[in-house]
């Protein structure tokens, strides 16, 4: 069958961008894979009227307002491939027959590579978390580490210190310069330069034990994992990429568009700074943007 929009990825920002291209009226296929990046994660912050909701919750409840429009499909596969074609592209999914669309729109996120520190993985979206917008409250108040991974960790503990008393953990492999010690010291930042050697999950927290067996109880700890695309769509189809905080990201326009004519990208995989809330909003306007190519070319 042939869609007018393919969104590949149904997750906040897949879903985002589908809603608004099926309220005008167009046939719009979604390609979900089922893996958010916050499926980690127990409750969902900053996200206006979803405020404490469960991320699965928030997805059901899209997918469900998504479905009641009569020209909108969900199909639960993965998507291993896509190419352009004379009349726009072909998707090849796993298990399933392919799809053609006029437009692409990439919602596929990204994925989270951690420190190899014991416990560390186990933890990621409880008390391990990547951001405080999201998390800084719930944990706030009390005692908070940041696990340094680079430079900008210097940046993250100084943000984090707005929600509590914050320690930033060199790992080993960081040591703030003379000015970064001064920036730290002004917010009240303490620093701890020994390598981690695990960290474990309570009740009461994060216990984090550092090489030499010093101990430190904090209610949570925050840190930058390094990310990577979690499909190769947007490679195989061409598009541009840019260095982000964290990792690659694809470099779109003003409306969501990639290097590639008929492909938008939204989401994670397409900005720098990661939320919910913005990724809906990028969402939404790739899903403007695509729509209005089919009218305008």
């Not at 149904?10 to 990046?37: E, M």
């Not at 639960?76 to 491939?81: H, K, M, R």
């Not at 840190?223 to 499909?231: F, V």
């Amino acid at each position: 069958m042939q869609y007018d929009i393919a969104v590949v990825g149904g997750s906040f920002a897949g879903l985002s961008a589908a809603l608004q291209a099926v309220r005008a009226r167009r046939k719009v296929l979604v390609i979900d894979g089922a893996q958010p990046r916050n499926r980690f994660s127990d409750h969902s912050h900053g996200f206006l009227g979803q405020d404490g909701r469960t991320p699965r919750a928030i997805l059901d409840d899209a997918r469900e307002q998504f479905l009641a429009y009569p020209t909108a499909t969900l199909t639960e596969a993965l998507a291993s491939e896509a190419r352009a074609t004379d009349g726009g592209f072909k998707i090849t999914l796993e298990g399933r027959d392919a799809v053609t669309a006029s437009r692409v729109v990439l919602a596929t996120g990204i994925s989270d590579t951690l420190p190899d520190i014991p416990g560390l993985k186990e933890q990621w979206g409880k008390t391990v978390l990547h951001c405080p917008y999201c998390h800084g409250y719930e944990t706030g108040g009390g005692r908070l580490g940041v696990l340094a991974r680079n430079a900008l960790s210097v940046h993250q503990a100084l943000l984090v210190a707005d929600w509590g008393d914050v320690t930033l953990f060199g790992n080993g492999i960081f040591v703030p310069d003379d000015e970064q010690m001064a920036a730290l010291r002004k917010r009240g930042i303490g620093f701890e330069p020994a390598a981690v050697a695990g960290v474990e999950g309570g009740p009461a927290g994060l216990a984090v034990t550092l090489a030499g067996g010093a101990a430190h109880a904090l209610k949570a700890m925050f840190t930058a994992p390094k990310t990577a695309m979690t499909s190769p769509l947007a490679e195989q189809l061409g598009c541009s990429f840019e260095d982000g905080m964290l990792g690659p990201v694809v470099k779109v326009d003003e409306r969501q568009q990639t290097s590639i004519k008929g492909v938008y990208a939204a989401g994670d995989m397409a900005r720098a700074m990661h939320s919910v809330a913005l990724a809906v909003a990028a969402g939404a306007m790739a899903g403007i943007g695509a729509h209005q190519s089919l009218v305008f070319g």
